[in-house]
T-cell receptor
Framework: ETGVTQSPTHLIKTRGQQVTLRCSSQ?????VSWYQQALGQGPQFIFQ???????GRGNFPPRFSGLQFPNYSSELNVNALELDDSALYLC???????????FGPGTRLTVT | GQQLNQSPQSMFIQEGEDVSMNCTSS?????WLWYKQDPGEGPVLLIA?????ELTSNGRLTAQFGITRKDSFLNISASIPSDVGIYFC?????????????FGSGTQLTVLP
């Protein structure tokens, strides 16, 4: 069974740029959730995707957007990067309707 | 913002000791989950709790879902060095069909030899 994978592991961007992060869900899982984890804090829910559509969203502005593909993999896109967007971005996969979510190793984004 | 109060924020214990941490919320949750995160890694699921009052064990770990559905605790017995890490509680509501997790701020556990 393949776990959740994310790419890249690290990324450095400049304020105002755009970034795309990628996630492959655990085999058999059809739902992907994205979380932002600032240093020293717990993860915060950004949004969830199921059947290639956004299925729920946390308190994040529209410049955070996502996609889910037919193979259940997903992308997180962030436009007009701000310094406060520097964080660890975590992807979690699950079965639709299941309570347990399984996390990938994350992508560390640094905005300068 | 986050709605869960997790305590303590950090703990230093001797190897072999038991440790307890807890989470409280102003909101009712349907499910409580406990995760452990090592540096540079994503959170790893330790225990999931589905019913108020439920007590569940996973090896040396025991967790309980509070009767009011607003709290949960995690106990680790006979701690060992590999227990070092950050422990997070997470509560889950069902918002439509989405299952979003709300996390606490974490308990940093250090185990001294």
């Amino acid at each position: 069974e393949t776990g959740v994978t994310q790419s890249p592991t690290h990324l450095i961007k400049t304020r105002g740029q755009q970034v795309t992060l990628r996630c492959s869900s655990q085999s058999g899982h059809n739902t992907v959730s994205w979380y932002q984890q600032a240093l020293g804090q717990g993860p915060q829910f950004i949004f969830q995707y199921y059947r290639e559509e956004e299925n729920g969203r946390g308190n994040f502005p529209p410049r955070f957007s996502g996609l889910q593909f037919p193979n259940y993999s997903s992308e997180l896109n962030v436009n007009a990067l701000e310094l406060d967007d520097s964080a660890l971005y975590l992807c979690a996969s699950s079965f639709q309707g299941a309570y347990e979510q399984y996390f990938g190793p994350g992508t560390r984004l640094t905005v300068t | 913002g986050q709605q869960l109060n997790q305590s303590p924020q950090s703990m230093f214990i001797q190897e072999g000791e038991d440790v307890s941490m807890n989470c409280t919320s102003s909101s009712i949750f349907n499910t409580w989950l406990w995760y452990k995160q090592d540096p540079g890694e994503g959170p790893v699921l330790l225990i999931a709790l589905y019913k108020a009052g439920e007590l569940t064990s996973n090896g040396r770990l025991t967790a309980q879902f509070g009767i009011t559905r607003k709290d949960s605790f995690l106990n680790i017995s006979a701690s060992i060095p590999s227990d070092v890490g950050i422990y997070f509680c997470a509560g889950q509501l069902s918002t439509g069909s989405a299952r979003q997790l709300t996390f606490g701020s974490g308990t940093q556990l250090t185990v001294l030899p």
